[in-house]
């Protein structure tokens, strides 16, 4: 599609803040009004409309694909995404662990434990570490008292935590990432210890890191919306 506008602006709706093209407001897919919590979220949203050239490139409008699900699905049925959200937390990639004399475990505790450590402190729960694949579940209470912090956040920080988790197979890593003092980048290269270790054993495909590497971009995107979101 060739590019249709020219100027691109942000405007205070009152209840909001809104993206508008040669001053025509941008809505959803849906067709809902593209209306963000945040002036830094609506900034960001407009300098991807801003970088676009003669042709529209669809696969470089992350945050409106993010703001349009926020808003035409998340807010829809919150409670829906939160448990699917939770879930997450239940086969939570940091707490499963080679066996304790396999060479792996000793890289995942350096870096997984503190990461673990500091959510368990933060959030008042314990999480059972698990050696192996066989599944365990976490404890009820744990669960119960992530699903009710997931359920305080609005829409928008919703949908980039649920991007995160899925990315990093991890909810202790995306609700980690919420933090504004917190190290996005250190965070996905933990959750993407394992695929590293096997990359430094049996050397690395060029196909396989650039699908890494679209990942981790995907992650801060989410990362950096959901910061944005809570934020106002």
């Given at each position: 599609m060739k590019r249709f506008y020219k100027t691109v602006a942000v405007e205070d709706t009152g209840d909001g803040?809104?993206?508008?093209?040669?001053?025509?407001?941008?809505?959803?897919v849906k067709g809902a009004p593209q209306r963000v919590p945040s002036e830094a979220l609506a900034r960001a949203?407009?300098?991807?409309w801003d970088a676009q050239g003669e042709t529209l490139d669809p696969a470089t409008l992350p945050m409106?694909?993010?703001?349009?699900?926020?808003?035409?699905?998340v807010a829809a049925d919150p409670v829906s995404v939160a448990e699917k959200v939770v879930s997450y937390g239940d086969t939570d990639t940091l707490l499963y662990r080679a066996d304790?004399?396999?060479?792996?475990?000793?890289?995942?505790?350096?870096?997984?434990?503190?990461?673990?450590?500091a959510f368990e402190a933060e959030h008042g729960v314990a999480l059972t570490r698990v050696a192996g694949v066989m599944h365990r579940d976490q404890p009820p209470a744990t669960l119960e008292k992530l699903r009710a912090t997931l359920s305080d956040h609005g829409p928008f920080a919703l949908a980039?935590?649920?991007?995160?988790?899925?990315?990093?197979?991890?909810?202790?890593?995306?609700?980690?990432?919420?933090?504004?003092?917190?190290?996005?980048?250190?965070?996905?290269?933990?959750?993407?210890?394992?695929?590293?270790?096997?990359?430094?054993?049996?050397?690395?495909?060029?196909?396989a890191e650039e699908r890494r590497e679209k990942r981790?971009?995907?992650?801060?995107?989410?990362?950096?919306?959901?910061?944005?979101?809570?934020?106002?």
């Open positions: 803040w809104q993206v508008t093209l040669d001053g025509r407001a941008v809505k959803t949203l407009a300098a991807e409106r694909d993010m703001a349009d699900y926020a808003i035409d699905i304790p004399d396999e060479p792996l475990h000793a890289r995942q505790w350096e870096v997984w434990e503190p990461i673990v450590a980039g935590i649920e991007a995160m988790a899925s990315l990093a197979a991890s909810l202790v890593v995306a609700l980690s990432a919420t933090r504004t003092d917190s190290d996005p980048l250190a965070l996905w290269q933990a959750a993407s210890l394992e695929e590293e270790w096997q990359a430094e054993l049996w050397g690395r495909d060029a196909e981790q971009a995907d992650f801060l995107k989410a990362r950096e919306m959901t910061v944005m979101s809570l934020g106002s």
